[in-house]
């Protein structure tokens, strides 16, 4: 799929930003024009070869750009690849995400791989013995120097080569780095054709005959793409300790919390990785897999969706579920070209005794549910198990749902939601919490260390999937008994979901109330005429008309005339109103893109504005040291008021991000 | 503005010069002339402060800023040479997009900043190129015609271009001077013996000056890196070795002048 108008401008903004003007233009031409060799690049971009040449090798270099050497005519061609020049807005939360799981040292290795693009083992560490060395030699020269870091540590976190390796190989074992091959490379297009026509040659002679042969030859494709790609996926090292990157995994993970919690005192001084000796060979090439990083990236997403509807220790123990099925999840979305699409009866899954297990113990179950009597609560209809056979129908079924109790949620607005505080969820188990407050004390208070510990947190746990598994939004479903109830989690219909509450909210904030009840109306019941929506909605026709037009304007929803006689005159035509998700959807990426452009132009004029100060703070003598040494008092609060409206707009750009991840990619 | 065509040709077919569709130019003291300032453009009717950064956000932030500063600083980063910043953003066209970047940004300085003072020596280095050299790159993984730009031997072309030029000079230079020598020991023979020798004396000194000079700038070349070098090769893309020799051969000088623009032109469209 071709990106859209403003996609292109986003990403040629987003290259500019990162990498500066040359590969900029070489960039946009390519998304602008498809694939070109340099002659006609040239041509486009009334650049010079040699510049071209300089350009391009940066860009391949950063996987900006596909490559494809065509023999036949001995023009080599290049692509843009856009899904890696998008990636660059999301470096900040990748180099994040990577902390969280992995400890500091990790986004240390992440940051320097976004540096480096795609590199060997063997530069990686040449890059970090020569970091080392200057560490050295600046703390040698001055005894008080006071690095600009993020974390204020003067010492990188990666100590000793040894630990780099430890980190490299947990990170390639949880997909979010990945060995490089040469056929990635090439752009999916091309490879399918390459894969295309060598099939054609070798099995079929040069060309097909019939439906029949033409089948086969997509189902050869297929598989041969499949193979591909499972060729280069990370086989592991025999070298590396059983049960190590799950046991570490869920330490970290605490220590995240905690950190959290307490502000931004990191723990530098222990790292969380230890050199536990394995090697990693120096000429294998490695670079950031975007695919798992999204996932990663949509498990948190998810979390904090859950985290919105039903709570925070519910969402706690959500995500110590996803991160099981996190292992086992390559990618956010399956390929049709490459992928079998095989109707498999369940997704990966886990079980409760799984999840309780790795569970830390800083998570207390027991607490964020209330009790209610047991006449109110049937669970009989929960240990039902549901089978994913019924899908299409329980998607209508949850439409309908969530229509029923639509005005008791009022969803909150992007960018609003990390604000919820967690005590004022008003969630209906929360209510009968707050009746029973006795019953709530004793659950609190139980945590003696008793026989029974182990198994009333499991009961807790499970009560807590369960919470999770009847909510509208469906987080999981139970697929088998084993283990104290398996799970599984429909990202799919979550995820639509999600986007359901996303569109909802923002044409609750752009339409008021009542635009918002029509739109809801109209997904539920479909097409409508106005006479009917009047009755339904109980509005004024007046109201109706003018808000029907006001949102028809602005593209959400549409109009469809059926006429009654081939006259089509006015007066026997039928108006339908209709609103499309997937039309609203896109449009909201669309102006999601558009708007992080120009948040990126804007941050362009604030920069050229604040020039003075900003390029006083870019001083190659001073660029080290933190800007309230060396700067005057003027000058600290004008570099005070352009980097907090820099934070700002780059705040907003990874918020949109958000959307554009929940539309896109998830 | 059909309208005011409307109104045009009535007053000339209607009542005559001086009055435009029932206003006349004779003074009207009733007459209320609007002068209230037009209206401003409205307000956004939905603008909200957006919640405050999270720790989260702050975190996310903070590694953002911190990699793009280091790419920044990086060798593959190229710095902006837009002919006017303050242009619009928005172009049409490719023609139009192209057109905004400076090809020869000597061309485009700015007279009162451009020129490097002394206390622009901490500035961070601009670069229209992206310093191939200071990074590893695999070469396996780029295409075959990009190799000889990974390596630098494509810099190794324009060195040796360079030289191959400063050979000439050279060369040129020293024919003058065993020219001058004649000429020198010619002028000797004359009555003002000592003055003509020491003036011949003098001449041949100042060659000497030049040439080492030029010896030195040879070298210096050597040394110095492929993107200072790639100001030097813009200038000899226009100009072929013929030419460099041209240029220095007086007498030829005005009469291939005609030859010179219709090559310069020639390799203008070989570059577009």
Same mark, same amino acid.
């Given at each position: 799929?071709?990106?859209?108008?403003?996609?292109?401008? $986003?990403?040629?903004?987003?290259?500019?930003?990162?990498?500066?003007? $040359?590969? &900029?233009?070489?960039?946009?031409? *390519?998304?602008?024009?498809?694939?070109?060799?340099?002659?006609? $690049?040239?041509?486009?971009?009334?650049?010079?070869?040699?510049?071209?040449?300089?350009?391009?090798?940066?860009?391949?270099?950063?996987?900006? %750009?596909?490559?494809?050497?065509?023999?036949?005519? !001995?023009?080599?061609?290049?692509?843009?690849?856009?899904?890696?020049?998008?990636?660059?807005?999301?470096?900040?939360?990748?180099?994040?995400?990577?902390?969280?799981?992995?400890?500091?040292?990790?986004?240390?290795?992440?940051?320097?791989?976004?540096?480096?693009?795609?590199?060997?083992?063997?530069?990686? %560490?040449?890059?970090?013995?020569?970091?080392?060395?200057?560490?050295?030699?600046?703390?040698?020269?001055?005894?008080?120097?006071?690095?600009?870091?993020?974390?204020?540590?003067?010492?990188?976190?990666?100590?000793?080569?040894?630990?780099?390796?430890?980190?490299?190989?947990?990170?390639?074992?949880?997909?979010? /780095?990945?060995?490089? /091959?040469?056929?990635?490379?090439?752009?999916?297009?091309?490879?399918?054709?390459?894969?295309?026509?060598?099939?054609?040659?070798?099995?079929?002679?040069?060309?097909?005959?019939?439906?029949?042969?033409?089948?086969?030859?997509?189902?050869?494709?297929?598989?041969?793409?499949?193979?591909?790609?499972?060729?280069?996926?990370?086989?592991?090292?025999? #070298?590396?300790?059983?049960?190590?990157?799950?046991?570490?995994?869920?330490?970290?993970?605490?220590?995240?919390?905690?950190?959290?919690?307490?502000?931004?005192?990191?723990?530098? !001084?222990?790292?969380?990785?230890?050199?536990?000796?394995?090697?990693?060979?120096?000429?294998?090439?490695?670079?950031?897999?975007?695919?798992?990083?999204?996932?990663?990236?949509?498990?948190?997403?998810?979390?904090?969706?859950?985290?919105?509807?039903?709570?925070?220790?519910?969402?706690?123990?959500?995500?110590?579920?996803?991160?099981?099925?996190?292992?086992?999840?390559?990618?956010?979305?399956?390929?049709? &070209?490459?992928?079998?699409? /095989?109707?498999?009866?369940?997704?990966?899954?886990?079980?409760?005794?799984?999840?309780?297990?790795?569970?830390?113990?800083?998570?207390?179950?027991?607490?964020?549910?209330?009790? =209610?009597?047991?006449?109110?609560?049937?669970?009989?209809?929960?240990?039902?198990?549901?089978?994913?056979?019924?899908?299409?129908?329980?998607? #209508?079924?949850?439409?309908?749902?969530?229509?029923?109790?639509?005005?008791?949620? @009022?969803?909150?607005?992007?960018?609003?939601?990390?604000?919820?505080?967690?005590?004022?969820?008003?969630?209906?188990?929360?209510? !009968?919490?707050?009746?029973?407050?006795?019953?709530?004390?004793? *659950?609190?208070?139980?945590?003696?260390?008793?026989?029974?510990?182990?198994?009333?947190?499991?009961?807790?746990? #499970?009560?807590?999937?369960?919470?999770?598994?009847?909510?509208?939004?469906?987080? $999981?479903?139970?697929?088998?008994?084993?283990?104290?109830?398996?799970? +599984?989690?429909?990202?799919?219909?979550?995820?639509?979901?999600?986007?359901?509450?996303? /569109?909802?909210?923002?044409?609750?904030?752009?339409?008021?109330?009542?635009?918002?009840?029509?739109?809801?109306? *109209?997904?539920?019941?479909?097409?409508?005429?106005?006479?009917?929506? %009047?009755? +339904?909605?109980?509005?004024?026709?007046?109201?109706?008309?003018?808000?029907?037009?006001?949102?028809?304007?602005?593209?959400?929803?549409?109009?469809?005339?059926?006429?009654?006689? &081939?006259?089509?005159?006015?007066?026997? +035509?039928?108006?339908?109103?209709?609103?499309?998700?997937?039309?609203?959807?896109?449009?909201?990426?669309?102006?999601?893109?558009?708007?992080?452009?120009?948040?990126?132009?804007?941050?362009?004029?604030?920069?050229?504005?604040?020039?003075?100060?900003?390029?006083?703070?870019?001083? &190659?003598?001073?660029?080290?040291?933190?800007?309230?040494?060396?700067?005057?008092?003027?000058?600290?609060?004008?570099?005070?008021?352009?980097?907090?409206?820099?934070?700002?707009?780059?705040?907003?750009?990874?918020? *949109?991000?958000?959307?554009?991840?929940?539309?896109?990619?998830? | 503005?059909?309208?005011?065509?409307?109104?045009?040709?009535?007053?000339?077919?209607?009542?005559?010069?001086?009055?435009?569709?029932?206003?006349?130019?004779?003074?009207?003291?009733?007459?209320?002339?609007?002068?209230?300032?037009?209206?401003?453009?409205?307000?956004?009717?939905?603008?909200?402060?957006?919640?405050?950064?999270?720790? #989260? @956000?702050?975190?996310?932030?903070?590694?953002?800023?911190?990699?793009?500063?280091?790419?920044?600083?990086?060798?593959?980063?190229?710095?902006?040479?837009?002919?006017?910043?303050?242009?619009?953003?928005?172009?049409?066209?490719?023609?139009?997009?192209?057109?905004?970047?400076?090809?020869?940004?000597?061309?485009?300085?700015?007279?009162?900043?451009?020129? @490097?003072?002394?206390?622009?020596?901490?500035?961070?280095?601009?670069?229209?190129?992206?310093?191939?050299?200071?990074?590893?790159?695999?070469?396996?993984?780029?295409?075959?015609?990009?190799?000889?730009?990974?390596?630098?031997?494509?810099?190794?072309?324009?060195?040796?271009?360079?030289?191959?030029?400063?050979?000439?000079?050279?060369?040129?230079?020293?024919?003058?001077?065993?020219?001058?020598?004649?000429?020198?020991?010619?002028?000797?023979?004359?009555?003002?013996?000592?003055?003509?020798?020491?003036?011949?004396?003098?001449?041949? =000194?100042?060659?000497?000056?030049?040439?080492?000079?030029?010896?030195?700038?040879?070298?210096?070349?050597?040394?110095?890196?492929?993107?200072?070098?790639?100001?030097? @090769?813009?200038?000899?893309?226009?100009?072929?070795?013929?030419?460099?020799?041209?240029?220095?051969?007086?007498?030829?000088?005005?009469?291939?002048?005609?030859?010179?623009?219709?090559?310069?032109?020639?390799?203008?469209?070989?570059?577009?």
């Amino acid at each position: 799929m071709a990106p859209s108008k403003n996609a292109v401008e $986003l990403m040629a903004l987003l290259v500019d930003e990162a990498y500066g003007e $040359l590969t &900029s233009r070489i960039f946009t031409i *390519l998304l602008r024009r498809g694939r070109l060799p340099i002659r006609l $690049l040239s041509m486009h971009t009334l650049l010079t070869p040699r510049q071209l040449r300089h350009g391009l090798a940066v860009l391949i270099q950063q996987g900006l %750009v596909y490559h494809n050497l065509e023999v036949d005519t !001995g023009t080599t061609f290049y692509e843009a690849n856009d899904d890696a020049a998008y990636g660059l807005a999301r470096a900040g939360k990748i180099m994040d995400v990577a902390e969280n799981r992995f400890g500091p040292a990790a986004r240390d290795v992440v940051h320097k791989l976004f540096l480096l693009g795609h590199c060997s083992v063997s530069d990686l %560490v040449t890059a970090y013995e020569s970091k080392n060395k200057d560490h050295a030699n600046g703390n040698a020269e001055g005894s008080s120097t006071i690095t600009n870091d993020v974390n204020g540590q003067s010492v990188s976190p990666v100590d000793s080569i040894g630990q780099l390796h430890s980190v490299l190989i947990q990170l390639l074992d949880s997909g979010f /780095v990945e060995p490089v /091959v040469r056929s990635m490379f090439h752009s999916p297009e091309d490879t399918h054709s390459m894969i295309e026509r060598q099939i054609l040659q070798e099995s079929f002679g040069g060309s097909t005959k019939g439906a029949k042969q033409k089948d086969e030859l997509k189902l050869k494709i297929k598989n041969r793409m499949n193979a591909i790609r499972a060729e280069r996926e990370w086989k592991g090292n025999a #070298k590396k300790r059983p049960l190590n990157g799950e046991h570490i995994n869920g330490i970290n993970g605490t220590n995240k919390r905690r950190r959290l919690s307490n502000g931004s005192s990191t723990v530098s !001084g222990d790292p969380l990785i230890e050199d536990d000796g394995s090697r990693l060979d120096p000429t294998l090439v490695i670079h950031i897999n975007y695919e798992k990083c999204n996932v990663a990236l949509r498990n948190e997403a998810l979390v904090a969706f859950a985290k919105e509807r039903i709570g925070e220790i519910t969402s706690l123990i959500f995500a110590q579920g996803l991160a099981i099925l996190e292992k086992k999840i390559p990618r956010c979305r399956i390929n049709p &070209s490459i992928d079998k699409v /095989v109707d498999l009866p369940d997704g990966p899954g886990f079980t409760t005794k799984e999840l309780t297990t790795v569970l830390s113990k800083a998570v207390n179950p027991g607490t964020g549910i209330g009790k =209610a009597s047991s006449g109110e609560v049937n669970t009989r209809a929960l240990e039902r198990l549901e089978s994913r056979k019924h899908k299409s129908e329980e998607v #209508k079924i949850e439409g309908d749902v969530s229509m029923g109790d639509g005005p008791d949620e @009022e969803p909150t607005i992007n960018g609003h939601t990390h604000l919820s505080d967690i005590e004022d969820d008003d969630d209906p188990f929360e209510e !009968g919490d707050k009746s029973n407050p006795a019953k709530r004390r004793k *659950l609190v208070t139980f945590q003696a260390e008793s026989s029974g510990d182990r198994e009333n947190r499991l009961e807790l746990v #499970k009560k807590h999937l369960m919470l999770l598994a009847t909510d509208d939004a469906k987080f $999981l479903r139970r697929t088998g008994n084993n283990g104290y109830g398996e799970w +599984t989690c429909d990202f799919e219909t979550l995820v639509a979901k999600m986007q359901e509450s996303e /569109v909802d909210a923002l044409l609750l904030e752009n339409f008021g109330i009542s635009g918002h009840r029509l739109a809801r109306m *109209l997904r539920r019941l479909g097409k409508l005429d106005e006479k009917t929506m %009047v009755d +339904t909605a109980k509005l004024k026709p007046k109201d109706i008309r003018t808000k029907l037009a006001e949102m028809q304007m602005a593209g959400v929803i549409d109009i469809q005339e059926v006429p009654r006689d &081939s006259n089509r005159t006015t007066n026997r +035509t039928i108006f339908l109103w209709f609103f499309d998700e997937a039309r609203a959807a896109t449009m909201v990426t669309e102006h999601t893109y558009k708007a992080m452009s120009r948040i990126l132009q804007r941050l362009d004029i604030e920069r050229r504005r604040a020039h003075d100060v900003l390029a006083l703070t870019k001083r &190659s003598d001073v660029r080290d040291f933190d800007p309230e040494v060396y700067l005057d008092a003027n000058q600290l609060n004008d570099f005070r008021a352009i980097d907090a409206k820099i934070d700002n707009l780059l705040c907003q750009i990874g918020r *949109l991000d958000g959307l554009i991840g929940l539309f896109q990619e998830f | 503005m059909a309208g005011r065509g409307r109104g045009r040709g009535g007053a000339g077919a209607g009542a005559g010069a001086g009055q435009l569709k029932g206003a006349t130019w004779e003074y009207d003291a009733s007459i209320q002339l609007e002068s209230k300032p037009a209206d401003l453009f409205p307000k956004h009717p939905n603008l909200r402060k957006p919640a405050p950064i999270t720790t #989260k @956000e702050r975190r996310e932030i903070d590694n953002f800023k911190k990699l793009q500063d280091q790419i920044h600083r990086g060798p593959l980063y190229t710095q902006p040479t837009k002919r006017d910043p303050n242009a619009p953003a928005k172009t049409f066209g490719e023609e139009q997009f192209n057109k905004q970047f400076g090809t020869n940004s000597k061309a485009n300085m700015d007279p009162f900043h451009g020129v @490097e003072t002394y206390s622009m020596r901490y500035a961070p280095k601009q670069r229209t190129l992206p310093k191939l050299s200071d990074q590893p790159f695999n070469k396996t993984l780029f295409p075959e015609e990009l190799w000889s730009t990974l390596e630098g031997e494509e810099g190794q072309e324009v060195r040796n271009h360079l030289n191959r030029a400063m050979e000439r000079k050279e060369a040129m230079l020293a024919s003058m001077k065993a020219a001058e020598n004649g000429a020198g020991s010619g002028a000797g023979n004359g009555a003002d013996n000592g003055a003509d020798k020491g003036a011949g004396a003098d001449a041949s =000194a100042k060659t000497k000056i030049l040439l080492e000079k030029i010896h030195k700038v040879a070298g210096d070349e050597d040394n110095e890196e492929l993107e200072e070098e790639q100001d030097a @090769e813009d200038v000899d893309d226009a100009y072929e070795d013929e030419d460099l020799g041209e240029d220095y051969n007086a007498e030829g000088y005005f009469d291939d002048g005609e030859d010179d623009q219709e090559d310069e032109a020639d390799g203008g469209d070989e570059n577009y």
